[in-house]
């Protein structure tokens, strides 16, 4: 289940795109938004600090950022996904037709899958079943 989501782009109507599309296609109610990979990394350290419990399920992180873009932001959550007592899948959510970039997405280990964007109810029924996938993997 989707409760919280954490949205990381630097273009606020993609954000509120993929806000509203969430919000009609899921039970998820709770969005946070970064504009860059280092304010992301900055949410989730004050989550760990606060002891926090609103930890996002799923993070939606663009590629192309000023900033900190998708893979700084993957290389920092690695450094601090070990202090994380929460299960968070983290998707690219891109306009990148960059094949290589696609391709590096959909073999990092921390990175549940790419998609395209804009983020559509078939990506919402995919991102919902990769979660089930993992949640069910997780108890196995």
Not at 89 to 107: E, R, V
């Amino acid at each position: 289940m989707i409760q919280n989501t954490l949205i990381v782009d630097d273009d606020n109507l993609s954000i509120y795109l993929t806000k509203t599309t969430l919000e009609r296609t899921t039970e998820c109610k709770n969005f946070e938004s970064a504009n860059n990979s280092n304010q992301a990394i900055d949410y989730l350290k004050y989550c760990i600090e606060k002891n926090k419990n609103n930890f996002p399920d799923l993070i939606l992180l663009d590629l192309d950022m000023p900033n900190g873009n998708g893979w700084q932001f993957i290389e920092d959550f690695k450094q601090i996904k070990s202090k994380i007592k929460h299960d968070i899948s983290i998707f690219m959510l891109s306009s990148t037709y960059d094949k290589g970039n696609i391709i590096k997405a959909k073999n990092c280990t921390h990175i549940t899958d790419f998609i395209s964007k804009p983020l559509v109810k078939q990506d919402i029924e995919n991102i919902k079943s990769k979660i089930e996938k993992k949640n069910l993997v997780a108890i196995y």
